[in-house]
Each structure stands twice: as structure tokens, then as C-alpha cells.
Nanobody
Framework: QVQLVESGGGLVQAGGSLSLSCTTSGSISAFLVMGWYRQSPGKQRELVAARGSAGIPNYADSVKGRFTISRDNDKRTVHLQMNNLKPEDTAVYYC??????????WGRGTQVTVTS
């Protein structure tokens, strides 16, 4: 069974940086798309960043220029580097993977809190 495990969340002041990692239990090459979603209280889960196996990264407008997604196939890990964090970035961040057969996988989430 494929598992996605996030790490790296925490508490940071506005303007600071955090790096999230998502490690898969299987080969990352089995995923067509891997990415990060986030959900704040009372809001719907939204796409933050995603990257196909050989494609151009896709970012939410709210994080463009501040967040960077990368894939390390050898380490079976997807990273999300978050710079210049804002209080509105506070959310639970979920790792997401979609296989070539369109099966979706989710991590349990990691909390990111940005204080003003």
C-alpha cells in the first residue's frame, strides 16, 4: 500500500521560511503528478503546487514567486520550499500523489502556522 508521509511543518514568523518534505513508500516514478494542497479552518482544500513527472511546476497565484516545488526521484521525496511566508499561508499542508492510473493518494497533513 502506497503511503505519503509529510514532515517539516511548524511555527514561523511572517517573512520566514519553512521546507516541507513528502516521502513515498514506493517509487516516486509511479506518480504522474505529485504536489501539495492546503486547508485552513472553514475553507476548502486548495492546490498550492504540483509537478508532473516531466512537466513544468504549477503554482497557486497566491504563492508564485515564494514557494518552490521539487521532486527527488532517488530519495522518493517531494519538497516544498516556502519563503516569505505570510499569516494567510497558515494551514494544514497535505502531500498529494496521482498515479498513472488516476488513483489519488494523500498524506495525513502537517501544520504550518505563520504569526504576524
Amino acid at each position: 500500500q502506497v503511503q505519503l508521509v509529510e514532515s517539516g511543518g511548524g511555527l514561523v514568523q511572517a517573512g520566514g521560511s519553512l521546507s516541507l518534505s513528502c516521502t513515498t513508500s514506493g517509487s516516486i516514478s509511479a506518480f504522474l503528478v505529485m504536489g501539495w494542497y492546503r486547508q485552513s479552518p472553514g475553507k476548502q482544500r486548495e492546490l498550492v503546487a504540483a509537478r508532473g513527472s516531466a512537466g513544468i511546476p504549477n503554482y497557486a497565484d497566491s504563492v508564485k514567486g515564494r514557494f518552490t516545488i521539487s521532486r527527488d526521484n532517488d530519495k522518493r521525496t517531494v519538497h516544498l520550499q516556502m519563503n516569505n511566508l505570510k499569516p494567510e499561508d497558515t494551514a494544514v499542508y497535505y502531500c498529494y500523489g496521482q498515479s498513472f492510473s488516476s488513483v489519488q493518494y494523500w498524506g495525513r497533513g502537517t501544520q504550518v502556522t505563520v504569526t504576524s
